[in-house]
């Protein structure tokens, strides 16, 4: 974003934006993070990246993820909602299981655990 230190806000797309704010964020040497949907109006590219630093930061942080690959692959104890109310928390192995992805978001999975990094990987049914 160094490149673009001196365009007018409004010329930014989403995904910039995006960026900027959590970059912001980190300046301030954080303890915590609490991002929601920080990989919103971004790029495959751009999201894995983003989460990858987020993930390796040394601070607690808190993202609401709508991306159900995302979310274990990057969450260390990820929690699931519904309805407002906790339906599973605990290790990714744990909470993202066939039959919670049919009981919370109404979809027929295959969940595995990925051949590159081990983490549930959700294969959807069509």
Known sequence: ?????????????GGEK???????????????LILDEPTNHLDVHHQISLLRLVSNLPVTSIIAL?????APMFCDRPLVLQSGK?????????????????????VEAHVEAS???S??????VL
Do not use: C
């Open 115 to 117: 051949a590159y990094h």
């Open 119 to 124: 983490r549930p990987h959700i294969h959807f």
């Open 66 to 70: 709508h991306d159900l690959n995302h």
């Open 1 to 13: 974003m160094t490149s673009k230190r001196n365009d007018a806000w409004q010329s930014h797309s």
């Open 86 to 106: 906790i339906v599973a928390s605990g290790a990714p192995e744990e909470v993202f299981t066939r039959e919670l992805l049919r009981d919370v978001f109404s």
């Open 18 to 32: 995006q960026r900027v704010h959590l970059a912001r964020a980190l300046a301030q040497s954080p303890k915590e």
